[in-house]
Each structure stands twice: as C-alpha cells, then as structure tokens.
C-alpha cells in the first residue's frame, strides 16, 4: 500500500470517487469531482488520507455518522452526503441512462424525484451482543464492524425517536454472540421491529422480550425469524387509501413519499385497462391501487404478503374485483395464454428482475406495462426484451427513493402500438 496524490475526475457507479492513473482507474470513497486528495493506495482502492484541494462540489454531511474519519464515522448507511446536491442528483440520474445506453435504448429519462432526508420509514439495522447490552448500528461499507448510531437523518423522526427503544430491544434479543438484523418499519400504530438472526430463542428469551415489548409504547409489533412474539397492536400501512396489515419483515417500499409518486406514475398508466395484472405484487403496493379502477389480479410468491393483500381487499369497500394467486413467477412465469385477457400489467420484481416472465409478456397483446425495478441494469435487460418484442418507452422516471446511497427507484412505462 502506497500513499499516492490524486485527482477526483468523477463518481462511478458505487459512488466512490474516480482518479485516472497510469496505472488505471482507482476508486476513494468519501471523494467529490474535483477533490485533490491523497489516498493510501492498494490495487485499484485507494483509502482517503487527506483533502488537500477541496472541491467546489464538496459540502459538510448532514449526518455526524458519515465519514472516513474515526471509528464513530463511516457507519455505511450512506455514501454521498459530503457531494452537493445538483451534482448528486445529475450523477444518480446517469446510473439510469448509462443503465439503459449498455443495452442500446434511447429513451428520454426525466430528472430525478427527489425525497426528502428523514423520510426513510423502513430501516435494516445491525445489531450483536456486547459486555454493555447490544451494540445497535449500521455495517461500514465492506465489513462486518458495526457502527452504533444514535441517529439517523435519513429515517423518520418515529424511527429516530425510538432508536433507544430499539436498542433495548436489542438487548433483549441478542442470547447468541453472533450478529443480527432488525428491520424496523414505521407503521400505524408504532414500529414494527422484525428481527433475523441465526440464534434460537429458548423460553425464557421469549417470555423476557415479550415484557421488554410490553413496556415500550413506540413498539406495535416484534417478530422473530418469522414468528411473531407479540403484536399489541397490528400495524397498518395505507396503500393509496386502502388500510394494509403488512406480514413481519414483508418488502415495503422505502418511503411513503417515492410510493406514492411510483403509484401515480402506475395507475395513470393503466387507467384505460379493464383488466389489470400486478406481478410481484407483494402486500398490494400497486394492485390496492389499482383495484379503485380497475378489475386486478395479484400475483407474488409470498404467502403472508399474498393474505394481507387479500384481507385488505376484501374488507375495502368500493374497490373493484381483486383475485390473488400464490405463484413462483421466476419458476412458473405466466404465460401467453394467461395474459391474453389483461389490458395492463404492471411487474416490481426483487433486484434480479424477470427476465423469463418478461419474455412471454413481450409477445402477449396487453396494451399497457408498467415496469418499477431498484435496479437499473437488470431493468434495462428486461426492457431490450419488451422493446424487441414491439413495445415502445413512453416515459422513464429516476425516483431518489435510496437518498444518498447507489440504489435507485425506476418506473418505466410501455405501451404496444396499434398495429
């Protein structure tokens, strides 16, 4: 490892900052175009030493968690709070266009929607059990350390507020020495904390969290590896305006506020179909929706997921005819006879997207698709495949549902010419 002079030239996909060298491209985190940096360098890493030349585009992180700097610093949560937001935002809008210029798709990408800091309502947290009670933070990038937070900008203030509830909990949880998850999710009436860990719990762990959970107002609900402990109250989330009882630790979007803008962009779409298919549909972020215009019929490979949506929609009144089905769609996609009576679709598959259900939607007739992914590559893959099959991109929206962080939201929308 060698300490090197560099100049930050631009941002890559990870958000690390870019110097070209004789030797090649090395990638610093926590740098900004611009920066004149030294780095310890190894390989194509280069560690941040010092900023010698600050960027005109460098800004102070909102976050006293972010950072390269001590061991309360760098918790891993985020990767660009120190960048200035126009060129933050012009850079998380490229992953979209580059995304979709590797596979040849010209396509107008609208600027990126924006969420605001403090609006994250669903949050993985890192927890272990330590000489003190449990250690509750967030994995600095590439590593198993866990940094201990005590806020968190980008999560609601419900979340932030109940982060030494949280923690206590923590505490009750953690019999094993080894490393465990917590998802927490704001939810009507109070958090819903998940909890995934490979330890077993014996009876007297679960009677102990049990009154832990008892004695903390903030918490509704607290779930382990699936099982739920105690649910004082059932937490309740709106989709559009139908109440849901989302199952433990079930996919939910990152925030209310990108939902509700991937809802419009969806239903406005598709508000032409009769007959609506919503693939991956998950607790019924689109489907219960949709289900105030349209006939729909939700399809996800998740039991609990599958029964809150049902529960909801039967329980609504004034929405239209809503079926489910529990199916696999990666190993038993629908095919192209099952699609032949739907008008619209619309498909929010897992990071590794649908390329075999893809396929047979590019040759059906349905008019209108609408595709929502959290990842551009496997997006613009599926998309080759529905533009090949005669569909034409009418509009692709970037939503910063991930603030500062790599990830971004997609909704994508098609439609079959008339022939």
Not at 38 to 53: F, I, M, N, Q
Not at 66 to 78: I, L, R, T
Not at 164 to 173: D, G
Not at 221 to 233: A, C, P, V, Y
Request: aromatic share 4%; hydrophobic share 40%; charged share 25%.
């Amino acid at each position: 490892m060698s300490a090197q002079k560099l100049d930050i030239t631009r941002l890559g996909g990870q958000g690390d900052g870019i110097a070209e060298t004789p030797q090649g491209q090395i990638f610093v985190p926590f740098t900004v175009p611009g920066d004149v940096i030294t780095a310890a360098v190894e390989k194509s890493r280069g560690t941040l030493l010092a900023v010698l030349e600050p960027s005109p585009e460098r800004v102070e992180p909102p976050c006293p968690h972010f950072g390269p700097d001590n061991d309360e610093a760098g918790c891993g949560g985020c990767a660009l709070q120190h960048v200035a937001n126009g060129t933050y935002e012009t850079w998380k809008r490229g992953l979209v266009v580059s995304a979709l210029e590797a596979r040849g798709i010209s396509a107008e990408v609208t600027p990126l929607v924006s969420c605001a800091s403090g609006t994250r309502r669903r949050v993985v947290f890192a927890a272990r059990r330590t000489d003190k009670g449990a250690i509750l933070g967030f994995n600095r990038a590439q590593s198993h350390h866990i940094v201990a937070i005590d806020t968190c900008v980008v999560a609601t203030d419900r979340i932030n507020q109940g982060l030494p509830t949280i923690r206590r909990l923590a505490t009750a949880v953690a019999v094993g020495k080894e490393a465990f998850r917590l998802s927490v999710l704001d939810a009507v009436p109070g958090l819903d904390i998940a909890v995934d860990a490979p330890f077993k719990l014996k009876e007297a762990d679960r009677l102990r969290i049990i009154t832990a959970v008892r004695t903390e107002p903030v918490a509704a609900r607290l779930s382990f590896n699936g099982e739920i402990l105690i649910e004082k109250q059932p937490p309740e989330l709106e989709f559009g305006s139908v109440v849901v009882n989302p199952p433990p630790g079930g996919f939910v979007q990152a925030s209310r506020a990108a939902e509700d803008v991937m809802g419009d962009l969806v239903t406005g779409h598709l508000k032409k179909s009769k007959r609506v298919v919503d693939l991956f549909s998950g607790s019924g972020t689109f489907a219960l929706r949709l289900a105030q215009q349209s006939h729909v019929h939700a399809v996800e490979a998740d039991g609990p997921s599958l029964n809150a949506l049902d529960r909801a929609a039967r329980r609504t009144l004034g929405l239209k005819p809503v079926s489910v089905e529990k199916r696999d769609l990666f190993r038993r996609p629908l095919m192209l006879a099952e699609l032949k009576t739907y008008q619209g679709l619309v498909f929010d598959p897992p990071r590794a997207g649908a390329e075999v259900q893809v396929s047979d939607i590019a040759r059906s007739t349905v008019k209108h698709i609408a595709a929502v992914s959290c990842n551009p590559t496997t997006l613009a893959r599926d998309l080759e495949i529905l533009i090949k099959g005669g569909y034409k991109i009418t509009s692709v929206t970037p939503i910063d549902q991930f603030l500062w962080s790599s990830h971004v939201e997609v909704v994508a929308l098609l439609e079959r010419p008339k022939r």
